[in-house]
């Protein structure tokens, strides 16, 4: 496989990816979908150096080479996926060539456009999108790139309901003609992630389901998960480690996006979000951190001002964010081993990527094959139950949750990290809960907007019609976007 880097600068969750994990996430599982608001990281070991990247490697074929598919992705996850998928079937001979450019700077996206627009043999075939720009490639403005999979060779519904792919994912990787032209292969939907022993020292028990109950898991609403932070507060605990933890559940629960009928929108769920952080920094029910900082990782050690109960995210946040930064390698080193899953109070999903064709590609079916390996096959030859299992690279890997329910309810879940516990027991579920019709295409610009409007509110500087007026002219100064 050539592979051309122009930039690897991972985010802080991606840095173990499919070839490179540290011994808390497995060589064989590939990086996690990180937050927009994640900071770059160190490069992954195997990333050329910067002067090697600049000039491009000269053509490799093989002499019976069909041709070559040209590959766009902003990590190395989806091309350590292909090059499985061409181990898995070696007659598939056509040669890859890979392009990286991380998404750091906002510099994946501009060079992503400019190659589609471009066309020619250069133009990519196949290209990734995340969440927080997918709907860009799928419904928005370069949405006229992406060929719908039944192009490709594939039969889509049939596909999808064999797999039980959960309908946020599709939702967001459909067109606005209806033609399904991205999927994931990762599962996102969120839940609750705790502490054992700090379940037990306040209630008692650390059940996943009584947990669930006393969060107020699947209720819809923050009042009881408020209630379990006085608990927690009584014995010198903190719920969460900063307002961030809770935006995402908030976020993706959201009945509308931030953009309705070319006009920005703040919808109640997300203008709750402001009284939310305010309460839980008022009560000292947290530590006040932000994501992706050193005092945020702290805190999954337990090495905070206070001991924090629990994150809300999906399986990535278990496997590449909490592991590698609990302070220890094994049950009973930091917190490994004292974590469990239960259903969060409101259900959403949290990053993803989803992998898209183009229709003036040449080489569809042979894309088609390969996007369907890795969104849709749910045998145990495919790409997801390799990974939900463990097994991409030999027995031993990560567990992760998968795009496929179908493939998460016959495969085995159980992680030491969570003292035994089956996760898929809890994020098949957490699929069907979320919602994927509230994206846009600017949330990764006007979510960092709200964040911080929200802060300037909850610590004092802003009164809150202040801080939505702040955030108002924000979006006016530097989108394209109606605001009134």
């Known amino acids: 496989m050539k592979r051309k880097v122009m930039a690897m600068l991972l985010a802080t969750s991606m840095v173990c990816s499919l070839s490179a994990c540290g011994s808390a996430a497995q060589s064989d599982a590939p990086a996690a979908d990180a937050a927009s608001e994640a900071p770059a990281a160190e490069a992954t070991s195997e990333a050329p150096a910067a002067e090697e990247a600049e000039a491009p490697a000269a053509e490799e074929k093989s002499g019976d080479s069909a041709g070559t598919i040209n590959l766009w992705a902003f990590t190395d996850e989806v091309p350590g996926m292909v090059e499985k998928f061409k181990e898995a079937n070696p007659d598939f001979n056509y040669d890859i060539n890979t392009t990286i450019i991380a998404t750091t700077d906002g510099a994946y996206q501009p060079a992503l456009d400019q190659a589609l627009a471009g066309g020619g043999k250069d133009a990519p075939d196949m290209y990734c999108a995340e969440s927080a720009f997918v709907l860009k490639y799928t419904q928005g403005d370069a949405s006229g790139y992406a060929a719908p999979y039944k192009d490709l060779g594939i039969d889509v519904d049939a596909a999808i309901k064999d797999a039980q792919i959960a309908q946020y994912s599709v939702d967001i990787g459909t067109n606005t003609d209806g033609d399904v ?29 009584e947990i669930s109950k006393i969060i107020g898991g699947g209720t819809g ?23 961030g933890d809770i935006w995402h559940a908030v976020e993706n629960s959201s009945d509308q996006g931030w953009i309705v009928d070319g006009k920005l929108n703040i919808d109640p769920k997300r203008e709750a979000f402001m009284d939310l952080s305010k309460q839980l920094k008022d009560n000292d029910y947290h530590n006040d951190t932000q994501d992706w900082q050193d005092a945020w990782f702290a805190d999954m050690k337990g090495e905070g001002s206070k001991q924090i109960f629990g994150f809300f995210g999906p399986a990535w946040l278990i496997n590449y964010t909490l592991a590698p930064n609990c302070g220890g390698e094994a049950v009973g080193e930091g917190t490994y081993g004292d974590w469990a899953v239960c259903d969060p109070p409101i259900g959403f999903f949290w990053g993803g990527t989803w992998v898209l064709a183009n229709k003036d590609s040449e080489k569809k079916e042979a894309v088609g094959q390969i996007i369907e390996w890795i969104t849709l096959n749910a045998t145990e030859d495919g790409l997801q139950y390799k990974w939900a299992n463990g097994t991409l690279n030999g027995e031993g890997g990560t567990k992760d949750a998968v795009a496929s329910n179908t493939v998460m309810e016959k495969s085995d879940g159980s992680l030491d990290f969570l003292g035994g516990q089956n996760m898929f027991e809890y994020f098949v579920p957490a699929n069907t809960y979320a919602n994927g019709k509230n994206l846009t295409q600017y949330d990764e610009t006007i979510n960092q907007y709200w964040r911080d409007a929200v802060r ?29």
């Open 456 to 484: 300037t509110y909850t610590s004092g500087e802003k009164s809150k019609e202040d801080a939505i007026s702040a955030f108002k002219q924000n979006v006016a100064d530097n989108l394209d976007v109606i605001v009134e």
């Open 221 to 243: 609403s923050w009042d009881t998960f408020f209630k379990a932070a006085e608990d927690l507060k009584a014995k010198g605990y903190g719920i969460v480690s900063g307002d």
């Open 181 to 209: 032209v991205g999927l994931g292969y990762q599962a996102t939907g969120g839940c609750f992630i705790y502490r054992r022993s700090i379940a037990k020292d306040t209630w008692g028990t650390d059940d996943p389901a």
